[in-house]
């Protein structure tokens, strides 16, 4: 009958099946290799310039907001259009859109080495965090797409445990290349990693891509994201220079606000969002990503003047100030497996209380050191500290996270929830920027008075102002002016280094009461009402 002449196809289609299911096999550890070390290029970049921004301020003679720009313009576009990357990923293919990202983010990194100016280095920062923002949701969307689902669990903690290694040793790399070569070298490494990234994806990696995707894709809600971010940290970074009654500064910030209402009405009507509001319907999803917003407000906006603290204040090296953090990162890396079983033990409510109360100790502890002492007895404790309470809340904040919405829109919430996270410091370092200048000139101003130096001495130092701690001496002045001056200009930067500290605490304080009010308390479910 027919049953026989079909066999030798059915045979021959198991055998192509098999076939296929081999190669994709023997291509997974490469499909990890390329995504590890393509999110770990925008990692390191998130946190390897803060050590070089002292360099920079040096190499241009950049004002303090100016330096601001070169990390928040990045900060910016990422987080502004990571969720538009990766529903582009899924319509266009993972592969292709993920490959785009690597090469703009490679190209804008040799821009950032060459360039001749702080402007544009900013500019090439932008394009960097829009490289960032097609290549980082499309690392975890290929994982997901290469590794069946029994895998797929140990594939992403692989994934996690070598990026968050990489992010803590390239800090390291980095001041080392600032030190002894030059601060373009940090930018310029991600060439030839980028170069290595795009042969493993073209060589192994599989396309692949949503094929229930519909509709148009959000760029309108990108777009009026991007545009009510930037004018928002515009308004805030400048009003520091211009003051507050500044036509322009007022101009941005209502103009950030009407951005920002009709990006609400765009996402409320649009058929496949950008940003899905029906999420929040969830309390735990709402409670989770307060608690996100205000949790990593805290963390970005206090680690950001850390750095500039150690090397311009405390002259630590640049290595030194790079390895300063590395105790943080190794901590979350040892405990991350015991801090992932709290919420199956005590739900999820008690690690999100106890985890930000903790972390707010350890910002406050960064607020007591002075000028001067060793980094083991001023800053090494506030570090373990600040380490173990972000131990305790990020699994178990992923987890809440995960767990309020529906199996189905788990991606969506996950990038929901890393986007806060990305433009909650984009946020805190606009808005920390104003406390340390309002800080640090109330200070100056109360060491320069009862010093006896000559007018013109102290009028070249008051010019200076915009530049905070890097502000350069007088070279007529006298050795004995020189550390006067250099004390008055040290001390006032640590006044206002304490007042970001503190409002950083203040502010994890206020997350772990958000997960308080908010957080179910069960410690399994998912939390619809």
């Given at each position: 009958m027919t049953v026989s002449p079909a066999r030798p196809r059915d045979e021959g289609a198991i055998a192509d099946a098999a076939a296929d299911s081999l190669c994709k096999r023997s291509a997974r550890p490469w499909v990890l290799a390329a995504t590890i070390l393509a999110s770990s290029m925008v990692f390191i970049d998130g946190t390897v310039v803060n050590v070089a921004l002292p360099a920079l301020q040096r190499a241009f003679g950049a004002s303090a907001s100016d330096v601001q720009w070169v990390v928040e313009s990045y900060a910016l576009f990422l987080a502004a259009l990571l969720l538009a990357g990766g529903a582009a990923g899924d319509r266009f293919g993972r592969r292709r859109v993920f490959a785009l990202g690597v090469a703009l983010f490679a190209a804008a990194s040799i821009w950032c080495g060459m360039t001749g100016s702080i402007m544009q280095l900013i500019f090439a920062r932008a394009v960097q965090g829009i490289g960032g923002a097609l290549l980082v949701p499309g690392s975890l969307a290929l994982i997901s797409a290469s590794f069946p689902e029994s895998e797929r669990g140990k594939a992403i903690g692989t994934w996690s445990g070598y990026t968050a290694i990489t992010?803590?040793?390239?800090?390291?790399?980095?001041?080392?290349?600032?030190?002894?070569?030059?601060?373009?070298?940090?930018?310029?490494?991600?060439?030839?990693?980028?170069?290595?990234?795009?042969?493993?994806?073209?060589?192994?990696?599989?396309?692949?891509?949503?094929?229930?995707?519909?509709?148009?894709?959000?760029?309108?809600?990108?777009?009026?994201?991007?545009?009510?971010?930037?004018?928002?940290?515009?308004?805030?970074?400048?009003?520091?220079?211009?003051?507050?009654?500044?036509?322009?500064?007022?101009?941005?910030?209502?103009?950030?606000?009407?951005?920002?209402?009709?990006?609400?009405?765009?996402?409320l009507r649009h058929p496949t969002p950008m940003l899905p509001l029906g999420l929040f319907h969830s309390r735990n999803f709402s409670g989770a990503n307060l608690l996100t917003l205000l949790l990593y407000a805290a963390l970005g906006g206090g680690l950001y003047f850390l750095p500039l603290n150690l090397i311009?204040?405390?002259?630590?090296?640049?290595?030194?100030?790079?390895?300063?953090?590395?105790?943080?990162?190794?901590?979350?890396?040892?405990?991350?497996?015991?801090?992932?079983?709290?919420?199956?033990?005590?739900?999820?409510?008690?690690?999100?209380?106890?985890?930000?109360?903790?972390?707010?100790?350890?910002?406050?502890?960064?607020?007591?050191?002075?000028?001067?002492?060793?980094?083991?007895?001023?800053?090494?404790?506030?570090?373990?500290?600040?380490?173990?309470?972000?131990?305790?809340?990020?699994?178990?904040?992923?987890?809440?996270?995960?767990?309020?919405?529906?199996?189905?829109?788990?991606?969506?919430?996950?990038?929901?929830?890393?986007?806060?996270?990305?433009?909650?410091?984009?946020?805190?370092?606009?808005?920390?920027?104003?406390?340390?200048?309002?800080?640090?000139?109330?200070?100056?101003?109360?060491?320069?008075?009862?010093?006896?130096?000559?007018?013109?001495?102290?009028?070249?130092?008051?010019?200076?102002?915009?530049?905070l701690a890097a502000i350069e001496l007088p070279a007529e002045a006298s050795g004995q002016e020189r550390g006067a001056l250099k004390s008055a200009i040290s001390q006032s930067y640590v006044s206002g280094f304490r007042w970001v500290m503190l409002l950083s605490a203040l502010l994890a304080l206020g997350s772990a009461l958000s997960a308080w009010v908010l957080i179910d308390v069960r410690p399994q479910g998912k939390q619809k009402t």
């Amino acid at each position: 009958m027919t049953v026989s002449p079909a066999r030798p196809r059915d045979e021959g289609a198991i055998a192509d099946a098999a076939a296929d299911s081999l190669c994709k096999r023997s291509a997974r550890p490469w499909v990890l290799a390329a995504t590890i070390l393509a999110s770990s290029m925008v990692f390191i970049d998130g946190t390897v310039v803060n050590v070089a921004l002292p360099a920079l301020q040096r190499a241009f003679g950049a004002s303090a907001s100016d330096v601001q720009w070169v990390v928040e313009s990045y900060a910016l576009f990422l987080a502004a259009l990571l969720l538009a990357g990766g529903a582009a990923g899924d319509r266009f293919g993972r592969r292709r859109v993920f490959a785009l990202g690597v090469a703009l983010f490679a190209a804008a990194s040799i821009w950032c080495g060459m360039t001749g100016s702080i402007m544009q280095l900013i500019f090439a920062r932008a394009v960097q965090g829009i490289g960032g923002a097609l290549l980082v949701p499309g690392s975890l969307a290929l994982i997901s797409a290469s590794f069946p689902e029994s895998e797929r669990g140990k594939a992403i903690g692989t994934w996690s445990g070598y990026t968050a290694i990489t992010a803590a040793i390239g800090p390291v790399i980095g001041g080392f290349l600032i030190e002894h070569v030059s601060w373009r070298l940090a930018f310029l490494i991600n060439v030839p990693l980028a170069l290595l990234v795009l042969a493993l994806t073209f060589r192994y990696v599989p396309e692949s891509r949503d094929q229930r995707a519909s509709g148009s894709l959000d760029w309108t809600g990108a777009a009026l994201a991007s545009i009510g971010l930037g004018c928002l940290v515009y308004g805030l970074i400048e009003s520091s220079n211009k003051g507050w009654g500044n036509v322009t500064v007022i101009a941005t910030l209502v103009l950030a606000a009407l951005m920002t209402a009709i990006f609400i009405g765009v996402e409320l009507r649009h058929p496949t969002p950008m940003l899905p509001l029906g999420l929040f319907h969830s309390r735990n999803f709402s409670g989770a990503n307060l608690l996100t917003l205000l949790l990593y407000a805290a963390l970005g906006g206090g680690l950001y003047f850390l750095p500039l603290n150690l090397i311009l204040v405390q002259e630590y090296s640049a290595v030194a100030a790079g390895a300063s953090l590395l105790p943080f990162v190794l901590l979350m890396f040892s405990l991350s497996r015991w801090s992932g079983g709290l919420v199956d033990r005590y739900g999820a409510k008690r690690p999100l209380v106890i985890g930000p109360a903790i972390a707010a100790i350890g910002f406050a502890w960064f607020a007591i050191p002075g000028v001067g002492g060793s980094y083991w007895a001023n800053y090494f404790p506030a570090v373990l500290i600040l380490g173990f309470g972000m131990s305790i809340s990020v699994a178990p904040l992923t987890t809440t996270v995960m767990n309020a919405v529906d199996q189905a829109l788990a991606g969506a919430a996950s990038g929901v929830n890393n986007a806060i996270s990305r433009t909650a410091a984009l946020l805190a370092i606009a808005i920390f920027g104003i406390v340390m200048n309002l800080a640090f000139n109330a200070s100056l101003d109360r060491h320069l008075k009862p010093l006896n130096i000559a007018p013109d001495k102290l009028h070249t130092v008051e010019l200076q102002r915009a530049k905070l701690a890097a502000i350069e001496l007088p070279a007529e002045a006298s050795g004995q002016e020189r550390g006067a001056l250099k004390s008055a200009i040290s001390q006032s930067y640590v006044s206002g280094f304490r007042w970001v500290m503190l409002l950083s605490a203040l502010l994890a304080l206020g997350s772990a009461l958000s997960a308080w009010v908010l957080i179910d308390v069960r410690p399994q479910g998912k939390q619809k009402t």
